[in-house]
């Protein structure tokens, strides 16, 4: 057991922090990116690109970096912490996994290197609208035809799709809506005939787009994966991506604690600083709690990520429950001991409480998780 | 960074995993689980097979029986042991006044103490709070007076775990009235036996007798059984708390006990099947496994950590354990509870104050006792309230 970064990881840490730090200063920052047409600066990105950042989770064979996870943690925290609004999650993690588990080698040597260097971004086009948090509910279809397929459908919510070139789309390619057998994943580039972006900001002040399919013709070599059998990687690309919020979520807690309790030594009431009072010191302690039980709940799906399916997907359901309510209880506390201000959008704090808010929604809510955890039994064997 | 075990780590945990479940008698070992009230002479057994083992007082030094085990390997240790039941080694032994006596004591109280402390052969209790002192404990009042080469003890100690078994318990004094609070205490090894001292049941919730009010009337005690020196008594229970709060979360107890419940409930009927077919029983069951990784890992965090900190100061990490720790094991009784149900009326075989200790025990009827005497681990120990007090200083800075 070694809960120490490596020397190499440290320097990973530092170097993320050092530019998070000089770019997100402040939340004037964060909004000078966001008001931009994609939602971030392209000039940051490509700041990441020289980082090294966008090619981090592939393997060195392939034009990556052969980052792991415990590497896309380090970086997802400090990306919380600054509340930075780049693509990171929609591009590197959820379509970068896609095309790192299921790529060929041909695939991979084409997009890899475009990815890495900033030239290209994916956007990951699974969800629907009636699916919520199923994974197998695709209604999405890919018609096989003469040499490739004719997708047709509507994907909802698909995070930073307008700022894509190229999107991974699930499609059924047999079986019944909501089967696990029959889905399939294409590379869609977004400027295809037939393809239409509903693009809008989110509530988080990010961007997503819904994804209109109507006649939409791939080619053969746009199949991303085995044909009818998807499933096992999007379920790998989604606990990956959980992995990361959990990361993200983490960072911000983070962020939100140390600010709530600067506010408590320096906001004044009755003739003195409030945190001096016990109600408010004990709140403080329990967002502590919560954020630290949040910590080891981020290792433990960083370290299971990588596990074995049966092994994985309770274990990082059980970390996105605890995300999850940790998530709520800080952002919560955090408004609440911040009063008023807390409540505007000026302040800082109200932005990471929004962004906390929309990772519990995503890629599950607790509800949808702790079903998942009981159905496999909890985590315990029974004695 | 890596969170899984070595090799030889996971070799050390089937070691004593294997010692635990082969050594210890069963009998003993489903007392505890069930929650039964265990007699004198069970923890006795127990402790001797593992004092012969070498592992009753492992975390002291080694010079007097301690094993030189790094922090990972004690974690698993412990959690082994709550996991297969056997009873703690007597706290106020082993992790109480041992560890001060081998840290602070004279030569000759190590020789004399040790060994016995180490196979209980002598039970010892703690007497450190009193009716005006718990949260506030350095407001004690029991008074020890200088009489040539006695003290001579007034006062009242209380909430004396199993001080009725006991041969020896250690107090808390106050030798200097006029200093302030923390500076005139002094820390007494006082016989049991000794004229004067007398012992009252305090009865718990559970309908248990597991405390004591202990009475000291012109108590006499050598000056020899004076630990260190006279009004530094404060800095060794200073000492004495931070070894109490190492391993206070229990994890491998409430892992047990869910282990337990998740057993009993697919032997509980309910409706045409059992209460594991319960799907909000399970969720219920699953969210406290969750939160109860969640401090697995934060545990191992700090445990991780002790290998660069000083070790005779409580980790402020620690206080964080006892809260979440306590209100786990509290999670895990109301859980118990709620499956025994009904049947959970009848006090049944668990009553030992009103019943034969052999009548026949089914294990729902320590469902309710188990979970009344578990309220006490958010106020033992330090409340949780001065826990939270202790966060906000030492680690927020308010």
New interface residues.
Partial sequence: ??????SE?RLLKDSVARWAADTYASLDRVEASRSEPLGFSEAHWAELAELGLLGLPFSEADGGFGGGP?ETMVVMEALGRALAPEPYLASVILGGAALRLAGDAAQRARLIPQLAGGSLRLAFAHGERQARYDLEDVATTARPEAGGYVLDGAKGVVLNADAAGLLVVSARTAGGRREGAGISLFLVPTDTPGLTLRPYPTQDGGRAADVILRGVRVPSEALLGPADGALPIIEQVIDGAIAAVAAEAVGLMEALQDLT?AY??TRKQFGTAI??F?AL??R???M??AL??????E??A??MVEAEAEARGPALS?AK??INRSARFVGQQAVQLHGGIGMTQEYLGAHQFRRLTMIEILFGDTAHH??R??RA??????? | ??????PE?TAFRAEVRDFFRSEIPADIRAKVSEGRALAREDYVTSQRILNAKGWAVTQWPVAYGGQPWSP?QRYIFMEELMQAAVPLPLQFNCFMVGPVIAAFGTEAQKRRFLPRIANLDDWWCQGFSEPGAGSDLASLKTRAVREGDHYVVDGQKTWTTLGQYADWIFCLVRTDPAAKKQAGISFLLIDMKSPGVSVRPIITIDGRHEVNEVFLDAVRVPVENRVGEENKGWDYAKFLLANERTGIARIGLT??R???I??LA?ETPMGAGTMWDD?DF??R???V??????????Q??VV?AQATRDATKPDP?SS?LK??GSELQQAATELLLELAGPNALPAGGADLLRNDPDAPFAWEDAAAPMYLNTRKVSIYGGSN?IQ??V??KA????
């Avoid at chain 1, 057991?1 to 490596?6: A, I, R």
């Avoid at chain 1, 630290?292 to 709940?297: F, Y």
């Fill in positions: 057991m070694d809960f120490d970064l490596t990881q415990v309790v408590l030594k945190g001096g016990q010191q004990h403080a302690v329990d502590l709690v630290e039980q949040a910590r080891s709940m290792l433990y960083t370290m059980a429950v605890q702790l079903r955890v009981t039994g909890g985590l315990l064997g029974a004695a | 960074m890596d969170l899984r075990f070595t780590e990972v892992k047990e869910l282990q337990r998740k057993r697919r799907a399970r969720a069951v699953a969210g496994e969750i939160e109860l990784k969640a401090l697995e890992i934060t191992m965090r991780a990490a964080i809260i979440k309230e939270r007090n966060i906000a680690i927020l800075d308010l």
